[in-house]
C-alpha cells in the first residue's frame, strides 16, 4: 500500500512539472497547444521531425549557428582546383538537364573593389579575399510548379552552390538543405513530392560531383 501512494506521489510531482514547464513555455512562446495538436492531429510530413526538426535542433545547439543547421556542406578535394570544381558543375548540370543560370564571383568583385588601380594579384599591396563563388541552377517548369503550390517556394529558387574557402584554408561546397522544403511542412502533392525529390538528387549529384572533381 505504502509503495503504491509512493508511486502516486512521484506521478503527480512528474505532472505538476510537466505542467509548469508547458505553462511557461505557452506564456514564452505561445506555442504549446500547438505542438499538442499537432501530436493529436498531424498535419506535417510524417518524417518532418526525423528528417528535418531533429536534425536542424541537433546542428543548432551543436553551432549556435541558424545557417549551419539549414545547409548541407561538402569538402572539396586537396588536389581539385576551383576551375576543376566549376567545370565538372557545369558538366553536371548539362548531363542532367537543369540550366546554369549564372554565378557571382563575390571574392573577386571584392578584391576588385577594395584594391587600388592597377594593383592586381602579384602586386606586393595587393590585398585578397577568401575564395568564394556562387553558382545558380533551374529548371524552369519545375520552378513553376513548385510556386503554384506556394509563392514562398520562390525564395528557394534559383538552386544555389556556392564554392568557399574557409578562414583556415579548406574549400567547401555548401547549399541550402532542400529537406526544410521537401519534408519541413504538410505532404507535398505526389506529383510535386517528385519533382522536388528528383531536383534535390540533382543539386545533390552536381554538389558531390563538383567537390570530387568528377566529369
Not at 502516486?8 to 495538436?37: C, D, E, F, H, P
Not at 564571383?105 to 592586381?120: K, Y
Not at 541552377?137 to 525564395?155: G, K, L, V
Not at 538543405?177 to 545533390?204: C, S
Amino acid at each position: 500500500m505504502k509503495t503504491i501512494q509512493f508511486v502516486k506521489w512521484v506521478l503527480i510531482i512528474i505532472g505538476a512539472i510537466a505542467t509548469y514547464y508547458m505553462l511557461s513555455l505557452q506564456i514564452q512562446y505561445g506555442v504549446t497547444s500547438k505542438v499538442i495538436s499537432e501530436m493529436i492531429s498531424p498535419k506535417l510530413h510524417p518524417d518532418a521531425m526525423k528528417k528535418v526538426y531533429m536534425p536542424m535542433t541537433n546542428k543548432l545547439l551543436d553551432t549556435g549557428d541558424i545557417t549551419m543547421a539549414s545547409i548541407v556542406r561538402v569538402k572539396v578535394a586537396d588536389d581539385v582546383s576551383n576551375a576543376d570544381v566549376e567545370e565538372a558543375m557545369e558538366s553536371i548540370a548539362t548531363a542532367e538537364s537543369i540550366r546554369s543560370v549564372g554565378m557571382l564571383p563575390l571574392s573577386e568583385m571584392v578584391e576588385i573593389q577594395t584594391n587600388a588601380a592597377g594593383v592586381t594579384k602579384g602586386h606586393p599591396d595587393f590585398k585578397p579575399q577568401r575564395y568564394l563563388k556562387i553558382y545558380q541552377y533551374c529548371s524552369p517548369r519545375t520552378a513553376m510548379i513548385m510556386i503554384d503550390h506556394s509563392d514562398a517556394f520562390s525564395a528557394y529558387l534559383p538552386c544555389r552552390i556556392a564554392l568557399i574557402e574557409d578562414k583556415s584554408g579548406q574549400r567547401w561546397l555548401y547549399t541550402l538543405d532542400m529537406d526544410f522544403m521537401i519534408y519541413g511542412g504538410a505532404p507535398l502533392p505526389p506529383a510535386l513530392l517528385k519533382k522536388a525529390i528528383e531536383v534535390k538528387r540533382v543539386i545533390t549529384a552536381i554538389q558531390k560531383g563538383g567537390a570530387e572533381g568528377d566529369f
